[in-house]
């Protein structure tokens, strides 16, 4: 298996401006690589909603954030971002 290596990290996330609390959608969790740091800035009340249309990258977000009460793995593209986030009740997304 390979490991993903997120392009431009620092930029990406720094440009979220993320901060405790906020809820967040890594709408391609993929490999994971920018939701690891996505949680450490949104904190212990923060939530991350990690979507992804492979099973395969949904069920290493569960391997890896499975006891995390934070994270919320969900099986879809993220064409569906809207219908997913009512479903669980999300109205809104930081």
Same mark, same amino acid.
């Given at each position: 298996?390979?490991?993903?290596?997120?392009?431009?990290? !620092?930029?990406? @996330?720094? #440009?979220?401006?993320?901060?405790? /609390?906020?809820?967040?959608?890594?709408?391609?969790?993929?490999?994971?690589?920018?939701?690891?740091? @996505?949680?450490?800035? @949104?904190?212990?009340?923060?939530?991350?909603?990690?979507?992804?249309?492979?099973? /395969?990258?949904?069920?290493?977000?569960?391997? !890896?954030?499975?006891?995390?009460?934070?994270?919320? *793995?969900?099986? *879809?593209?993220? *064409? !569906?971002?809207?219908?997913?986030?009512?479903?669980? #009740?999300?109205?809104?997304?930081?």
């Amino acid at each position: 298996m390979t490991r993903h290596v997120p392009v431009m990290m !620092q930029e990406a @996330i720094d #440009g979220l401006a993320l901060r405790e /609390g906020m809820t967040v959608v890594d709408a391609t969790f993929g490999g994971g690589g920018y939701s690891a740091e @996505i949680l450490r800035r @949104i904190g212990e009340s923060g939530t991350l909603v990690a979507m992804d249309r492979d099973g /395969g990258a949904v069920a290493r977000c569960i391997a !890896q954030y499975g006891e995390d009460h934070r994270v919320h *793995s969900v099986h *879809s593209n993220y *064409s !569906q971002i809207r219908n997913v986030l009512k479903d669980m #009740g999300i109205m809104h997304v930081d």
